[in-house]
Every structure is written in structure tokens, then in C-alpha cells.
């Protein structure tokens, strides 16, 4: 045999070790209960992804806030104790309060990607929390109010409130005493009487069975709820460029299903009128008032904490 016939042998023969040397695994944890829908689903998307992956990137999902606990997992991205997460900005704002300015979009994701929000959020993530922000999966989600107690009218003096940054000026702006807590421990919060209430998205209650000490929900809900896939931005830059595209791919197409939170959304409501949670509203000025309170003190606060980035950050994620 000619020498060149001998290097496309040997080439062949190493082809798939070298692929197999080339494929990297994620290490994945969430920042929500392991039985919230949320996280299912994005088992569900690696699974596929990981069959599609083969010998180019595969994701290990660690777990949920028992691996890591939901406050402290943005850090966990950010030094690469681990290299993907499930989260939401709330839950990271220890490193940067930026990172709940999400909750205050009004333009979808999709729209973010084209006006120059998303690379904005890009920006802001690298520099200041060390992570590549890589896909929002869930919007189109108002929070709401949930309470034990009757108000007729948006007053929350004398109520002890369960929240997350995303909920504490807004309710705090109603006279409300807040409680921060992962989602893990609003059940038993809820059963001991220790909270009137809490905030929360119009879904995903029924995951964590806080339906059966709920009483009330308030309408209209506020915000648009945020969670998203954010990565350790040394590992993101380590990737090779076929895992990197490949992860992107996969990502998009996952953030590409957002307008399937509309109709699940809507059946929420349904399952939660006939698990007997009843519907405070509100006047239609009032209400409308409301909603312009939630978001007039959210930016309020992220323009104050934030004075570099905020005000760039409302003209692109604002109407
Ligand atoms: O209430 C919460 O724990 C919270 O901040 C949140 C944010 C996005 C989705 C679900 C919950």
C-alpha cells in the first residue's frame, strides 16, 4: 500500500475516538422543585438533545435546589461549580440586580433577539455574573398575588407576604410585610400560617400542591414571569465550535415553543377555579392602576440599583 493509503486508514480508524474526545458534557441543575413542570420539561429537552448529541455534547441534569439550593446556584454558574442552569433572574440577583429586570419585559423573547435586547442582556451577563445567557423558555406569564386573606382593595398592610425579588418593591408598595423563600418552602410557610400569602405565576401552583392552601388570587397579574438556560461563560467559550453551535440549535428551538405557555396558561386558571381558589378583582381603574404600580416601582428600582445598564435596559425590553 502507497504511505497516503496508510494515513486515510489510520485517519478512519481515529475519526470516531476523535469525536468521541471532542464530545463534552454539561453539568445541568435547576433552580426549581424537580416535580415543577419546568424542570420536566427541560428534562424532556435534553433527553432529545443528548440522542441527537451523540459525540458532540450531551447535558447530565444534576438536579433541583437539593443539589444546589435555588438562591445560591447564579453563584454556582457564575465560579463553574457547575456549567447550565435552569433559573430565573430573581433568584441571581446576589451577583447583579440586572438580572430581575427580565420580569419587565413587554417585548417577547423572540423580539428581544432581533431589537438588540437579547445581545444587550448578553453583555450585561458576561461582564457582571460570568455566564452566557443562552435561552428564555418561559414568558408570556403574568405572577399574580395568591392570599389566604380577603382585601377589597389593593392594600396589603398588616399582611405577611411570601416573595422573591420580583415581587418585593411592588408589594412592599402596598404596605405588605414580605418574606423572601425559595418555592420549596412555601407549603409548609402556607400550612403553618407563617404567610398570608405569596407571589407566584399563574401556572405551576398544582406541581407543588400549594392549591390546597390557597384561597384566593388576585387579578390581574403583572409582570411577564422569566426563566431561562444561562452557562458558565469560560465553559460556553471552552466549547468547540460544533458543540457551541449545536447547543444554540437545540436552545433555539426550545425558546421557540414560548406561545405554548398561552394556552397552558389559560387552562391553569381553569384548574385552579375548580380546585376552588376564587378570584379577588379589582375595577377596571383600579386594576389598570395596579398594574401600572407593579411596573412603574419595578423599574423604579432596577433604574435605581442599576444606574449603568437600567435605563438602556427599559428602552429595549420596554414598549
Ligand atoms: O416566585 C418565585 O419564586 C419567582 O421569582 C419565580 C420567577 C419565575 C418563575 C417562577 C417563579
Known amino acids: 500500500m502507497k504511505p497516503i493509503s496508510w494515513l486515510a486508514l489510520a485517519a478512519a480508524a481515529l475519526a470516531p475516538a476523535l469525536a468521541a474526545a471532542q464530545e463534552v458534557t454539561l453539568r445541568v441543575v435547576s433552580a426549581f422543585p424537580e416535580n415543577q413542570y419546568y424542570v420536566k420539561r427541560t428534562v424532556e429537552w435534553i433527553d432529545k438533545a443528548n440522542k441527537e448529541g451523540k ?37 441571581y440577583t446576589n451577583l447583579m ?13 423572540a423580539e428581544q433577539r432581533r431589537n438588540g435586547a437579547y445581545d444587550l442582556i448578553n453583555k450585561i451577563w458576561q461582564e457582571k455574573a460570568n455566564m452566557y445567557y443562552l435561552a428564555r423558555v418561559v414568558e408570556f406569564t403574568p405572577f399574580h398575588l395568591y392570599l389566604n386573606k380577603k382585601i377589597d382593595k389593593p392594600d396589603l398592610t398588616g399582611l405577611k407576604i411570601r416573595i422573591t425579588p420580583v415581587y418585593r418593591d411592588f408589594f412592599q408598595s402596598m404596605g405588605a410585610a414580605v418574606m423572601t423563600t425559595a418555592p420549596g418552602e412555601v407549603y409548609t410557610a402556607l400550612e403553618r400560617g407563617v404567610i398570608d400569602g405569596y407571589g407566584w405565576p399563574i401556572h405551576a401552583l ?5 392549591q390546597e392552601k390557597t384561597r384566593f388570587r388576585v387579578d390581574p397579574g403583572f409582570y411577564n414571569a422569566e426563566v431561562s438556560l444561562v452557562v458558565n ?17 437545540q436552545a433555539l428551538a426550545y425558546e421557540g415553543q414560548n406561545e405554548f405557555w398561552k394556552s397552558y396558561n389559560q387552562n391553569e386558571a381553569r384548574r385552579q377555579a375548580q380546585a376552588g381558589i376564587q378570584t379577588i378583582s379589582f375595577d377596571a381603574e383600579t386594576s389598570r392602576k395596579y398594574v401600572q404600580q407593579a ?21 429595549l425590553l420596554g414598549r
Open 55 to 91: 459525540g458532540v455534547l450531551q447535558m447530565n441534569f444534576i438536579g433541583g435546589p437539593k443539589a444546589i439550593p435555588t438562591f445560591e446556584i447564579g453563584n454556582a454558574v457564575k465560579t463553574g461549580v457547575v456549567d447550565m442552569a435552569l433559573t430565573t433572574g430573581a433568584y
Open 97 to 109: 440586580p440586572e438580572a430581575d429586570a427580565l420580569k419587565l419585559a413587554e417585548v417577547s423573547a
Open 206 to 210: 398544582f406541581d407543588l400542591n400549594w
Open 233 to 249: 461563560l469560560d465553559k460556553w467559550k471552552s466549547l468547540p465550535p460544533a458543540a457551541r453551535d449545536f447547543l444554540t440549535r
Open 295 to 315: 411596573n412603574e416601582v419595578g423599574w423604579a428600582s432596577i433604574i435605581k440599583t442599576c444606574p449603568q445598564y437600567g435605563p438602556h435596559l427599559r428602552r
